[in-house]
């Protein structure tokens, strides 16, 4: 398979590869409004409201037009609505006072490097399995309204007219058109490295399966998967070789499988994702090793670089 992929990157690569430069994660500056109603509580450092409402500023700049304190909480302008934090919310303003009937959006630290796997101890391993009988009988959604907005995608018919075909290491994936350049650019790191890395080429050709846009909530909760914009792909491969790939495949005690016993992307290939704004669902405590997702303001929020566009 890996011959039928690599026979147009030989000619692009003779013609000079384009470097991209990372740089720092540091969100644009702003001068949020001041006036009446609109003062900030004074602090020494930014809290968790006003860092997550700036890293989206500059995660979707196009869309998310400024960052602003207003009516006792960070916000931010999206199109035209204002969103509020509501304790990691992102509600519209008529939504405030309902913020406990959602749960929060995952604004959540992001490893550089996946962390050594340790075997839980007794205290951890009642917790994860309080963790999972919780997550299994969860009724409260994430909080949807805010990416529903930032994508268009309100239902299943106006998130399918956003959604574009393309071509993805051989395989046909239907994608929000917002992230086309992101993952054609994610491609290429991969197939440059296919090129002197043998676990990258042997990988590609060992993939079965690549799939993305599909109208639906995550696995065991009420909660909208990002799946569900077109922002998340997953990557099976045609054999696990006997490794487990999904928590929620892996059995009751999925805790107890180390890393070697995950099916895992090579680095240089979770490193193309990571580069553009993808995180990994193998850094997760609930590992999905098949599944990347576009979050740049995760990477923002952990002051991890991002590669820039062409």
């Known amino acids: 398979m890996i011959q039928k992929i690599l026979p147009g990157i030989f000619s692009i690569m003779a ?13 644009r500056a702003e001068t949020p409004s001041i006036h009446a109603g609109h003062i900030p ?28 304190f207003r009516n006792g909480d960070w916000a931010v302008l999206l199109r035209d609505t204002w969103f509020y934090y509501a304790d990691g919310r992102m509600l519209p ?8 009937e959602y749960s929060p ?25 309080s963790m999972t009988e919780t997550r299994a009988g969860s009724r409260t959604p994430r909080a949807h309204y805010f990416f529903d907005t930032l994508y268009r995608a309100h239902n299943h018919t106006e998130s399918y007219q956003r ?5 993805f290491l051989g395989f046909s994936v239907m994608v929000h058109y917002s992230i086309l350049e992101e993952l054609s650019l994610v491609e290429e790191r991969i197939l440059a490295a296919a090129q002197t890395d043998p676990r990258v080429r042997a990988w590609i050709n060992g993939t079965g ?15 909208r998967s990002f799946h569900s914009y077109g922002t998340a792909i997953d990557i099976q491969p045609r054999s696990l070789g006997g490794r487990e790939i999904y928590w929620q495949w892996a059995g009751p005690a999925w805790w107890n499988i180390p ?16 580069s553009y704004g993808f995180v990994w669902g193998g850094k997760w405590l ?20 991002m590669a820039t566009l062409r």
């Not at 399966?209 to 909660?223: E, F, L, N």
């Not at 016993?261 to 990571?274: L, S």
């Not at 609930?286 to 670089?305: G, K, S």
């Open 105 to 129: 959006i995952a604004f959540y630290n992001y490893p550089r490097e996946l962390p050594p796997w340790t075997a839980p101890s007794p205290e951890q391993v009642n917790r994860f399995r």
């Open 209 to 223: 399966t690549v799939s993305g846009w599909t109208w639906r909530t995550m696995a065991g909760s009420q909660s």
């Open 286 to 305: 609930f590992f999905d090793t098949m599944h990347f997702e576009y979050r740049p303001e995760v990477f923002i929020l952990n002051d991890i670089a």
């Open 41 to 68: 509580p004074a602090q020494q450092q930014p809290d968790r409201a006003e860092q997550v409402v700036r890293a989206l500023v500059q995660a979707y700049p196009q869309r998310v037009l400024r960052a602003e």
């Open 15 to 27: 013609a000079g590869m384009v470097c991209i430069t990372a740089l720092p994660a540091a969100p």
């Open 93 to 100: 303003e008529h939504l405030r006072s309902r913020a406990s």
């Open 163 to 167: 959604v574009k075909t393309l071509r």
């Open 259 to 274: 890393h070697e016993g995950r099916h895992h992307p090579p680095d240089a290939v979770i490193q193309a994702f990571e």
